[in-house]
């Protein structure tokens, strides 16, 4: 461990998070984001499904750790979704069973404090079109369609009210975007950099309205070591420095 200890955030979940800090994934910009204010660990597992996830929870959030995550964002069900393969292997998980294991992760996370805080992502869409065109032989019967998409969403969402955990409708905000099916994508499934500006769009929007205390997001939270400091730059006035800790001009897109 480094200190001093700031606020933890994990992102949790299979590829979409394995995947978030690469073409300009949502995680790196988050990371970018709480720069000086929340340390972000990436916990994902490629071509995972809840049932895995939730027989780990335990060896990736122990309820005896010395410090527990602020804030825990979730997402499974992409590869839950996709239809059943004729061998009985594979990663579908029938939607009352990927019901059920979201619960189980859902109530593990609450078990960790009273101060962690959680954040599901409902299943995205596909480009169905483009997904069979990049899709290799190497794989049997691989079945991905909206509709299931939309099915696994759907539950996630409906569970999110019913246990009050916030929740992102990826569904929905996803084909808002315009030509989303070309733009959202690298290969019909995975997100591409605009497809994570929508992710990142959407959790910034729930950290701004949750009344959450201490509010989590980036503008109310604390930057690290941010008083000012004779060895910043000089200003022109040759007598004063200027304190460069909450610049953000770097950025292509000054999140709200």
């Not at 910009?29 to 340390?39: C, F, G, Q």
């Not at 979704?81 to 859902?106: C, D, F, K, W």
């Not at 696994?152 to 009050?164: P, Q």
Request: proline share 6%.
């Amino acid at each position: 461990m480094v200190g001093p200890p700031r606020p933890l955030f994990v992102l949790f979940g299979s590829s979409i998070v394995q995947h978030s800090y690469s073409n300009g994934g949502w995680g790196a910009v988050l990371s970018d984001i709480y720069a000086r204010k929340a340390d972000i660990i990436l916990r994902g597992y490629f071509g995972w499904n809840s049932r895995r996830a939730a027989k780990i929870l335990d060896l990736v959030f122990p309820k005896d750790a010395p410090v527990q995550p602020s804030l825990i964002i979730v997402y499974f069900g992409g590869n839950d979704s996709m239809g059943p393969h004729s061998s009985g292997l594979g990663p579908h998980v029938p939607l009352p069973e990927y019901i059920q294991n979201m619960r189980t992760i859902a109530n593990h996370l609450k078990s960790l404090s009273d101060n962690t805080r959680i954040i599901f992502l409902s299943c995205p869409p596909v480009n169905e079109v483009k997904l069979a065109e990049s899709t290799s032989t190497y794989f049997s019967e691989l079945v991905r369609t909206n509709e299931l998409c939309r099915m696994y969403s759907e539950a996630c969402i409906e569970l999110c009210k019913e246990m009050d955990v916030k929740v992102v409708d990826l569904f929905t905000a996803i084909q808002k975007r315009e030509n989303w099916m070309e733009t959202c994508f690298t290969d019909g499934v995975h997100l591409s950099e605009e497809g994570s500006k929508v992710v990142v769009e959407q959790i910034l929007e729930v950290l701004k309205q949750a009344e959450w205390e201490p509010s989590l997001h980036w503008k109310s939270m604390l930057t690290e070591f941010s008083e000012d400091s004779p060895y910043d730059l000089v200003a022109s006035d040759g007598k004063t420095t200027i304190n460069p800790s909450e610049w953000t001009y770097h950025r292509k897109i000054q999140w709200d």
